[in-house]
């Protein structure tokens, strides 16, 4: 009988030890993985990418980042986590600190985005970091942010009476800005009176995403509207919003009258 109660007792002792040490380590149970986000001057250690890996970074603009730590205020930084399998989370991440720490769920190519913010609460720096995570893991990422692409200089709208709406953009001097990867097009809903395109109250959804040369050149990016889309006599609104290997920076909205 006090054999039992010995072994009762070292059972009981172990499992309380377990727990213990697992609310010291901080490890995440189930399929969840617990995430640290960093944001300084050490590199992310991260496994080197695959070749499968590159080319998605290649196509999805989830590109390992290497850039000096940014050395401006942020007003705000926003983190989200996507992957596959899994909601979007989003969180805030303090301005004091430039760390978080979350619950994530498990899976592959997870990818952490965060985008820092001025004053204006307009997008000027951003990072990218996609990460395996294995259930109850710990991972600290460490992501290096860089500066965000600007939007582009001219934004125009051309159509045919009836016929498709072709917007076209372009910067200035027919120069696009280094590191240019890619483009994000919105589109808000149509109005039959005239509104700022630049108007809180419109809704802008992203419609089209691509490399650059998807949309043409730096003499001229275009993405057409068929005509079985949109209704005369009605005010269409875009944004265009330009991407490089930090994310996607402040877009640039624009309206045009369709008959």
């Not at 989003?90 to 979350?102: F, P, V, W």
């Not at 609104?237 to 309206?255: L, R």
Request: proline share 7%; charged share 15%.
């Amino acid at each position: 009988m006090r054999r039992a109660r010995s072994k009762f007792l070292s059972i009981a002792l172990t499992m309380a030890l377990l727990g213990a040490m697992a609310a010291v380590t901080g490890c995440a149970g189930g399929d969840m993985a617990k995430v640290t986000i960093n944001i300084g001057n050490h590199a992310a250690k991260t496994d080197s990418p695959s070749i499968v890996d590159r080319i998605l970074a290649f196509l999805t603009f989830s590109t390992r980042l290497q850039a000096d730590p940014p050395s401006v205020f942020f007003n705000r930084i926003d983190l989200a986590v996507s992957g596959t399998g899994m909601e979007t989370i989003e969180r805030t991440i303090s301005t004091d600190t430039g760390e978080i720490t979350l619950d994530v769920p498990s899976g592959p190519k997870r990818v952490f985005t965060i985008v820092g913010y001025d004053d204006g609460d307009s997008r000027i720096m951003g990072g990218i970091a996609t990460k395996d995570l294995t259930p109850g893991g710990n991972e600290i990422i460490s992501i290096m942010m860089g500066d965000l692409p600007f939007a582009p200089d001219f934004v125009n709208g051309s159509s045919a009476t009836g016929g498709p709406v072709t917007i076209t953009w372009y910067y200035t001097d027919y120069s696009d800005p280094a590191g240019l990867v890619g483009f994000r097009i919105y589109r808000a809903p149509d109005t039959q009176s005239y509104t700022n395109p630049n108007d809180p109250s419109l809704i802008y959804l992203p419609v089209a995403i691509g490399r650059k040369e998807n949309f043409g050149d730096n003499f001229g990016y275009e993405l057409i509207f068929p005509a079985s889309g949109l209704t005369p006599n009605r005010y269409l609104y875009f944004g265009v919003a330009a991407i490089n290997q930090y994310g996607e920076g402040e877009p640039v909205f624009y309206n045009y009258f369709y008959c």
